[in-house]
T-cell receptor, first 109, second 112 residues
């Protein structure tokens, strides 16, 4: 599975959009981009995933560039409860999720 | 609440003890996973079971012994652990339809 690169930390103000970038320049055509988040000492929580097209659900939006070498997770109106570590993962056909270090997002009041 | 239940939530054991971690899901999923998360480190995949058969062992020491008696239950048997095995142990199950992994809340293990 392709390696992903994320900034180690970010912050945003409560109520504003949080835009979390992910670089996956070696991603192959059949690899999906997944996003999970982990709130302190809990199990990771699924957020969203996509292959080529942009995706939106009740939690977030996923924007994937046309060349698929990078993506951005958007939390449209961040709340204090969105403070967590966010993981971007490239998943191939094996259903194994290999987690990196993620981005620690701090939402400020 | 994800539907994946792990017990116990916390466990303290000595290096000579034998203990077991339990994971249970009644979501109809047929693939289950064990992950380990040491302090301030990424999650590490340990084992994968598909339809009760082990399909992945990520070079895990033999002092960790997994068991999957049926598609709903997964155990991790622990014996003669080391202090460096102290970590959060997470179980997950796979929904092949939605292609999502559902995680339990984990067992926080301390080895003294």
């Amino acid at each position: 599975d392709a390696k992903t690169t994320q900034p180690p930390s970010m912050d945003c103000a409560e109520g504003r959009a949080a835009n979390l970038p992910c670089n996956h320049s070696t991603i192959s055509g059949n690899e999906y981009v997944y996003w999970y988040r982990q709130i302190h000492s809990q199990g990771p929580q699924y957020i969203i995933h996509g292959l080529k097209n942009n995706e939106t659900n009740e939690m977030a939006s996923l924007i994937i560039t046309e060349d698929r070498k990078s993506s951005t997770l958007i939390l449209p109106h961040a709340t204090l409860r969105d403070t967590a570590v966010y993981y971007c993962i490239a998943r191939g056909s094996s259903y194994k999720l290999i987690f990196g270090s993620g981005t620690r997002l701090l939402v400020r009041p | 609440e994800t539907g994946v239940t792990q017990t116990p939530r916390h466990l303290v054991m000595g290096m000579t003890n034998k203990k077991s971690l339990k994971c249970e899901q009644h979501l109809g999923h047929n693939a289950m996973y064990w992950y380990k998360q040491s302090a301030k480190k990424p999650l590490e995949l340990m084992f994968v079971y598909n339809f009760k058969e082990q399909t992945e062992n990520n070079s895990v020491p033999s002092r960790f012994s997994p068991e999957c008696p049926n598609s709903s239950h997964l155990f991790l048997h622990l014996h003669t652990l080391q202090p460096e095995d102290s970590a959060l142990y997470l179980c997950a199950s796979l929904d092949r339809v939605s292609e999502k992994l559902f995680f339990g809340s984990g067992t926080q293990l301390s080895v003294l």
